[in-house]
């Protein structure tokens, strides 16, 4: 279940159905889905996507998105840091960042700008998050660094980062923050 705090007011919500009303008014596209499977730590791709097929291919299809596949990643992974740096730098992305939370967690933050604070949403399995295309935000492993996500494209060449250059995450990247 997810998490959504604001930290530059000290506010945290945990009711689900809020955390989906605070997110629907900023855009950005928050649902739960069942997620009853369970995976050994090395399922491959075609293993995880078939078992969410049955919700995974209707959303893909009344959304546009063409393409999925599955992200794994664990504090054994050779080249963790270089992932961790690039994602924890504020960017953009031409097309939506959809992301479905198979197990683990991973943290998503916004900087919406403005007159809105930046915050976090704290997404764990079975939480569902699109983040619209164009909107500053980053994504921190948290400090478990384990997570297994569906990513969903449209195509996977609108998924590339343009970074900001802001600094703002500098600021909150420092709060370790987790579930």
Known sequence: MAILHIPDQDRKITDQSEIRAFL???GVW???????????DDADQE???????????????SNGYQTADVISVNPNMDN???IKTKFLTEHTHSEDEVRFFVDGEGLFWFNMEKGNPVFVVICQKGDLISVPANTKHWFDFG?????????????????????????????????????
């Open 30 to 40: 928050f649902d739960q889905w069942e997620a009853g499977a369970k995976f050994e």
């Open 24 to 26: 629907a008014e900023k």
């Open 47 to 61: 293993t995880v996507l078939a078992a969410y097929d049955h919700v995974l291919k209707p959303y893909m299809a």
């Open 143 to 179: 400090p478990k660094t384990f997570v297994k996500a569906i990513r969903i494209f449209i195509d996977q060449s609108g998924w590339v980062p343009n970074y900001t250059q802001s600094g703002v995450d500098a600021r909150y990247n420092k709060l370790g923050l987790s579930a």
């Open 80 to 82: 963790l840091d270089a």
